[in-house]
């Protein structure tokens, strides 16, 4: 029998297709979602991937035949359906496996509003009643409820999606922008003519084809490789900014007028201001912010200064989107370029945070490099992904390396993290792949580089 623990993340299913999943499963996965919930109508929504409509379609018919009517948005962006979501306030699912391979495909779930659906508010549940419809021969037998079918329809909400957006940050009276945008052959090929029109951005458009075998590179800009062609691009063209979104688009990176990556920390610091500025004109005394703890030491710094409270939580959007509902944070950032907005029911949109930037970068004479300089104050290594068979073995060979230095915190609110005057660096288990991911920071690259090499030669030994 197939354990559904190893599809089952934290904080959303995704397992590769039809070796870990397929439509039966999805299937179940959609009775099961109505049954936890309660809901009696949802939306859902799916991306470019080719397993993604059959799989979305039969999530769909196990909620109707549960009882549910289905509100069905076909293709979207994951923020596009967290928008749905929050707009019709109903629960939702997404399929999407994000950056993945095309090989990969997975569900993204939430309560009405966009409420995370993550492993304590849910999922686990979810995937608990799943497993026990599962035989030993594998086959999946949903029981039959006494309940009138829900009804299918479709519904577009991509305008709707794009309006809303354009009335949170006002554009209209920026100076024009030569934008080149990298949709990565993802749902940013599909969101970004929308919410871009009519503004005065000249787009210079690459790999906007929807295609989920992902001809060009992978939909994963945290990767530098898949960066290459938009920094190129940015030259050549003579782009004021670059932005590059992932498969579901619901990240966004930032490339400035030098080709030159902008740290999503610097991202999250520089929205940060101007989300702080606009609360406490509102009249909020202290507004918050939330970072993971992978977010420079920047952010908390920058929010200080400007006189907000800076929240440190764990990587993952259901841990952000929780402790945004518990603190009433305005603004919330991860280092992945995942940003979260109060004024979006909490959820994740790289879109609105692309928004802000072109906002901030239009309404000055100055260029990105020099607008973002003040939030980039450390050196850092980046994301470094190593396979490691027995994460939990490694992470504590580093842990013994480290933990008895003089002068070092050791915290373990997600994976090991260790500090010492002036760095850091945190390793951290993948909720999706077999991977441990390192994250290193210092104030020179000198320090940066010697605790990337000392931390690696361990994990990698």
Same mark, same amino acid.
């Given at each position: 029998?197939r354990?559904?623990k190893?599809?089952v ?8 297709? %039809?070796?870990?999943w397929d ?8 009775a ?11 939306v859902?929504? $799916? ?9 979305s379609?039969?999530?769909?018919e196990g909620?109707a035949a ?6 069905e948005i076909?293709?979207c ?13 109903? %629960? ?6 994000s $950056?993945?391979?095309a ?6 779930m939430?309560r009405a509003?966009?409420?995370?659906v993550?492993e304590?508010?849910g999922?686990a ?13 594998d086959?999946?037998?949903i029981?039959?409820?006494d309940?009138? %079918?829900?009804?299918l ?5 991509l ?11 006002d ?5 024009p922008?030569k934008v080149?945008v990298?949709?990565?052959?993802g749902?940013?090929?599909h ?5 871009f ?11 906007f ?7 060009n $590179?992978?939909?994963n ?9 938009l920094?190129?691009?940015?030259? +050549?063209v003579?782009?004021d900014?670059?932005?590059?979104f992932?498969?579901?688009?619901d ?5 400035? +007028? ?5 740290s999503?920390s610097?991202?999250?610091a520089?929205v940060a201001?101007?989300e ?13 912010i939330i ?8 952010? %908390? +710094? ?7 409270q ?5 990587v ?7 402790r945004m509902?518990?603190?009433?944070a305005v ?6 370029a995942h940003?979260?907005f109060?004024d979006?029911w909490r959820?994740d949109?790289?879109?609105l ?16 490099s020099?607008l ?9 290594s980046? +994301?470094?992904?190593?396979?490691v ?5 490694k ?5 013994a ?11 373990e609110?997600d ?10 660096f ?8 077999p ?5 290193v ?9 010697e605790l ?8 990698r030994a």
């Amino acid at each position: 029998m197939r354990d559904l623990k190893q599809l089952v993340k934290a904080y959303d299913v995704r397992g590769v297709v %039809p070796d870990q999943w397929d439509e039966n499963l999805s299937r179940a996965f959609g009775a099961a979602f109505v049954q936890v919930t309660g809901a009696t109508a949802i939306v859902v929504g $799916h991306d470019m991937r080719p397993s993604s409509p059959s799989l979305s379609r039969a999530f769909a018919e196990g909620a109707a035949a549960r009882g549910a009517d289905v509100t069905e948005i076909g293709l979207c962006s994951t923020d596009q359906l967290y928008y749905a979501s929050g707009k019709l306030d109903l %629960p939702g699912a997404m399929f999407t496996a994000s $950056h993945n391979p095309a090989q990969y495909n997975g569900i993204k779930m939430c309560r009405a509003g966009a409420a995370p659906v993550g492993e304590d508010t849910g999922l686990a549940d979810i995937r608990d009643l799943v497993q026990s419809w599962i035989a030993e021969d594998d086959t999946v037998s949903i029981p039959a409820v006494d309940a009138k %079918p829900g009804v299918l329809t479709r519904q577009d909400t991509l305008q709707g999606y794009a309006d809303h957006l354009r009335g949170l940050v006002d554009l209209t009276g920026i100076r024009p922008l030569k934008v080149a945008v990298d949709a990565g052959n993802g749902m940013g090929g599909h969101t970004v003519p929308t919410v871009f029109a009519g503004l005065p951005l000249e787009v210079v458009p690459m790999y906007f084809e929807l295609d989920g075998t992902f001809p060009n $590179h992978e939909a994963n800009p945290l990767d530098p490789k898949n960066l290459v062609d938009l920094q190129a691009k940015v030259k +050549e063209v003579g782009a004021d900014i670059g932005l590059a979104f992932d498969g579901d688009a619901d990240r966004c990176f930032v490339i400035d +007028e030098r080709g030159e990556p902008v740290s999503p920390s610097a991202i999250t610091a520089l929205v940060a201001v101007r989300e702080l500025a606009r609360a406490k004109a509102a009249g909020e005394e202290r507004p918050t912010i939330i970072h993971n703890l992978i977010t420079s030491w920047t952010v %908390p +710094e920058v929010v200080a200064e400007h006189g907000g409270q800076a929240v440190r939580t764990r990587v993952g959007h259901s841990f952000i989107k929780q402790r945004m509902a518990e603190t009433d944070a305005v603004f919330g950032g991860e280092h992945s370029a995942h940003y979260y907005f109060r004024d979006f029911w909490r959820a994740d949109t790289g879109m609105l945070a692309a928004l802000h930037v072109l906002a901030a970068l239009g309404g000055q004479p100055g260029t990105l490099s020099a607008l973002t300089e003040e939030y980039d104050r450390y050196a850092a290594s980046g +994301e470094i992904n190593s396979e490691v068979a027995d994460q939990a073995a490694k992470t504590a060979e580093v842990k013994a390396a480290y933990a008895s230095l003089e002068g070092v915190s050791v915290d373990e609110l997600d994976g090991l993290t260790i500090a010492g005057a002036d760095w850091w660096f945190n390793l951290r288990a993948s909720n999706t792949e077999p991977l441990l991911r390192l994250n290193v920071e210092a104030k020179d690259r000198a320090k940066v580089a010697e605790l990337r090499d000392a931390v690696l030669a361990i994990v990698r030994a």
